[in-house]
């Protein structure tokens, strides 16, 4: 039999797989906005989780005295989704996805905190690594600008946003049913994000492909992948689950690679290894 901890790193896995075309996804649904792209695809995901928890006779609604933590909880979700959509508009696929993962950090002293679930500190120097690697990914890029660096301060702002998120998933674990917690939160998520939304509607941005990108991103990366990660963060510690999934990095840019020519130079092949290194040595 599968241990809890080898079916969490396998959940984790196949997440990187799913999430990895969110970048692409995100491209081909320009030029709506990143409000848009992201309540659609939240709102997508929401409808998906939730008709899958009512044909499994899961609820749909969380307690009454949960409720506020609840709502909290799709506020850091749909932040999370709002400030990577927008970072990915401003910055590369590279920097973006490599700053986003800068999470394991906050992730770990969130854990500490929140859930009173330090790392053991043999473990510590992975982390660093693979840190380590996501900055030299990202920190030296030769066509830096302006516009660059509000990118990666919303892919910065993200990843604190990821950390809480996934804390929050983990928090959960013992007290509602996967996907009644997942579609609460992705739903929650939804109504935060749709006020700015409307704000930015583009209807002449519309076209099918447009519709498309955001139906698959809710479908595949939200719906099937973030589901995957939080069964994972069921079962494995949150900072290992994030590391694992870093991954998303290595698979977003050589997509990027193969549909938008974004090459990444041997700086970025050279932190891509570190951060593996440093994965391999907290799995």
């Not at 992975?126 to 509000?150: C, D, K, T, Y």
């Not at 209807?203 to 939200?222: F, K, N, T």
């Not at 991954?247 to 050279?270: A, C, K, M």
Request: aromatic residues 10%.
């Amino acid at each position: 039999m599968i241990k809890d901890e080898h079916k969490g790193i396998i959940y984790a896995i196949l997440a990187v797989f799913v999430f990895s075309t969110t970048a692409v996804l995100t491209r081909w649904a320009e030029p709506l906005s990143a409000y848009e792209i992201a309540t659609g695809r939240l709102g997508v995901a929401t409808l998906i989780v939730m008709i899958v928890a009512r044909l499994s006779g899961q609820p749909l609604v969380p307690s009454r005295k949960d409720l506020l933590s609840f709502i909290a909880f799709g506020l850091v979700t749909a932040l999370h989704f709002l400030l990577y959509i927008a970072s990915l508009s401003l910055t590369t696929i590279a920097h973006a996805l490599s700053l986003i993962y800068t999470a394991p950090i906050f992730i770990t002293i969130a854990s500490a905190w929140f859930l009173n679930e330090p790392i053991p500190r043999s473990k510590w120097l992975g982390v660093i690594l693979s840190v380590v690697g996501i900055a030299i990914l990202a920190g030296f890029e030769p066509q830096f600008n302006s516009r660059m660096l509000m990118g990666d301060i919303l892919a910065v702002g993200s990843a604190v946003m990821y950390a809480l998120y996934s804390v929050a998933g983990r928090s959960q674990k013992a007290r509602y049913p996967l996907l009644t917690y997942a579609g609460i939160v992705y739903g929650l998520g939804t109504l935060w994000a749709l006020p700015v939304a409307i704000i930015n509607f583009q209807p002449a941005g519309y076209g099918w492909r447009q519709i498309g990108s955001i139906i698959v991103l809710g479908a595949l990366p939200l719906a099937l992948g973030h589901t995957l990660y939080n069964a994972a963060l069921r079962l494995v510690h949150a900072t290992y689950i994030n590391i694992i999934s870093a991954q998303e990095v290595t698979l977003g840019v050589i997509l990027g690679v193969l549909f938008f020519q974004e090459v990444p130079d041997l700086n970025t092949i050279l932190g891509m290894l570190v951060m593996l290194v440093g994965i391999v040595m907290v799995v």
